[in-house]
T-cell receptor
Framework: AQTVTQSQPEMSVQEAETVTLSCTYDTSESDYYLFWYKQPPSRQMILVIRQEAYKQQNATENRFSVNFQKAAKSFSLKISDSQLGDAAMYFCAYRSVENSGTYKYIFGTGTRLKVLA | NAGVTQTPKFQVLKTGQSMTLQCAQD?????MSWYRQDPGMGLRLIHYSVGAGITDQGEVPNGYNVSRSTTEDFPLRLLSAAPSQTSVYFCASGRGGEKLFFGSGTQLSVL
């Protein structure tokens, strides 16, 4: 069974600095999707970035980028020029691609990011 | 499009009561799912479906039932509520390998 592990329950970063959130996953599949979601206090789930496993190039979205290491099964999120609005819970997620036609999305336990002014 | 509509937003139950959380989406998504969110536990998958008539168990299915009679609706039933089911519940839908669309969540307390 696939699993997603976020080993950092909480992280802090100074405003304007860079922070990296870690995510590792376990799977026997060769093709899948990975995501980072942001959940602010409003509880809304917001997609930050998406990565397709067959693409070697790391995904980027403005100040957000990932370091995707397929062999190591690692998918870390880098936030550059951190802003107060980045403070939130961040979830790493894995979406399987199963030959049976079924698939599912599973999430990690989350990392709470605090941004210090 | 309304997106994913989840009701109710808040609910208080007594132990042993039953209830249904409603979830509907108008985006013709094949995939629908239910998660529960507890502090320190992240989002845990309860049940999911990849189409009408198809459902499967996730990580924590005990105490919950689902059905998918239409593409649009995916209700979650609590058969006999227990205090351990106190949580925030999210419904989510998606298609292909694209992002999940989430409902606004249900805060459930079981006394």
């Amino acid at each position: 069974a696939q699993t997603v592990t976020q080993s950092q329950p909480e992280m802090s970063v100074q405003e304007a600095e860079t922070v990296t959130l870690s995510c590792t996953y376990d799977t026997s599949e060769s093709d899948y999707y990975l995501f980072w979601y942001k959940q602010p206090p409003s509880r809304q789930m917001i997609l930050v970035i998406r990565q397709e496993a067959y693409k070697q190039q790391n995904a980027t979205e403005n100040r957000f980028s990932v370091n995707f290491q397929k062999a190591a099964k690692s998918f870390s999120l880098k936030i550059s020029d951190s802003q107060l609005g980045d403070a939130a819970m961040y979830f790493c997620a894995y979406r399987s691609v199963e030959n049976s036609g079924t698939y599912k999305y599973i999430f990690g336990t989350g990392t709470r990011l605090k941004v210090l002014a | 499009n309304a997106g994913v509509t989840q009701t109710p937003k808040f609910q208080v139950l007594k132990t042993g009561q039953s209830m249904t959380l409603q979830c509907a989406q108008d985006m013709n998504h094949e995939y629908m799912s239910w998660y529960r969110q507890d502090p320190g536990m992240g989002l845990r998958l309860i049940h999911y479906s990849v189409g009408a008539g198809i459902t499967d168990q996730g990580e924590v299915p005990n105490g919950y039932n689902v059905s998918r009679s239409t593409t649009e609706d995916f209700p979650l039933r609590l058969l006999s509520a227990a205090p351990s089911q106190t949580s925030v519940y999210f419904c989510a839908s998606g298609r292909g390998g694209e992002k999940l669309f989430f409902g606004s969540g249900t805060q459930l307390s079981v006394l």
